[in-house]
């Protein structure tokens, strides 16, 4: 009986320990994933009227956006999807994105990671509108 509890303990912290490590692994990659988003600032004035999806997935943070244009401007981003631990400040950004018709706007503090991937989505969306 006392061996059977022994090889159920073993059993339970080995797979603790590869749960912990898949964890750590798995934040690991977001981390890198984040890091080497870069966003590049597309010319407004060269997208094709119409409304545009784009979406940026780096794990913890999911993002989808729909982008509408007219006359060569930004007009409208609709925020389809937000998957975020504390990034929800970030969508703010999306207005500044319209407001400056750029997407050289800057991070919000504290939610950097989902400014970045939401101008991304954004990103994303847009170069489909490119002519």
Known sequence: MKKKLLILAALIVLAGAGWGLTYLYQVKSYQNKVANLTVSDIPFSRLADGTYVGECDVRFIDAKVQVSVKNGKVTRID?????????????????????????????????????????????????????
């Open 79 to 131: 925020l389809l999807k937000h998957k975020n631990g504390h990034g929800a400040p970030a969508e703010v950004i999306l207005k500044e994105i319209v407001t400056k018709q750029s997407l050289e706007v800057d991070a919000v503090s504290g939610a950097s990671n989902s400014s970045k991937v939401l101008k991304k989505a954004v990103e994303n969306a847009l170069v489909l509108g490119m002519k």
